[in-house]
């Protein structure tokens, strides 16, 4: 299931009229409507964060991940397409919560780009404290 579709599902769930939706977030109705069909694909992060709000669900929940933390997440190696890396970058609540970049601004390869630095990134933390003794 697509997150458009998971919009349209949510807000049908709860009864939220998509002339609400439009009105609280400052889009058009078509908007809505082009999000839920999936034809726009990246949500910019303001709309998308207070779309989560109004819908009642996590971030998680919305991109399709379960609201129950697991005790450990495996990364991808590489990312190779944009919704691939966008959805990392909205599901990383680190990334989200540093900001200093501004997706609706990047081009898909920037986006794939820019998460696969940040992977590169945590390798590199990940290896240097790996097997580190932490009683001395």
Do not use: W
Request: hydrophobic content about 35%.
């Amino acid at each position: 299931m697509t997150i458009g579709e998971r919009i349209k599902k949510i807000r049908k769930e709860k009864k939220i009229s998509v002339d609400y939706l439009a009105k609280e977030l400052g889009v058009s109705k078509t908007t809505i409507y082009r999000y839920e069909d999936s034809s726009i694909e990246k949500i910019p992060v303001k709309i998308f964060d207070r779309l989560c709000v109004l819908l009642g669900v996590t971030p998680a929940e919305l991109m399709g991940n379960s609201p129950v933390a697991t005790d450990r997440t495996e990364l991808p190696s590489e990312f190779h397409n944009a919704q691939d890396a966008m959805e990392f970058m909205l599901k990383t609540p680190t990334l989200a919560a540093y900001g200093g970049y501004d997706p609706n601004s990047m081009d898909d390869e920037t986006i794939v780009n820019f998460a696969n630095e940040i992977l590169q990134q945590l390798k590199l933390v990940s290896y240097k404290y790996k097997n580190t003794d932490t009683r001395r």
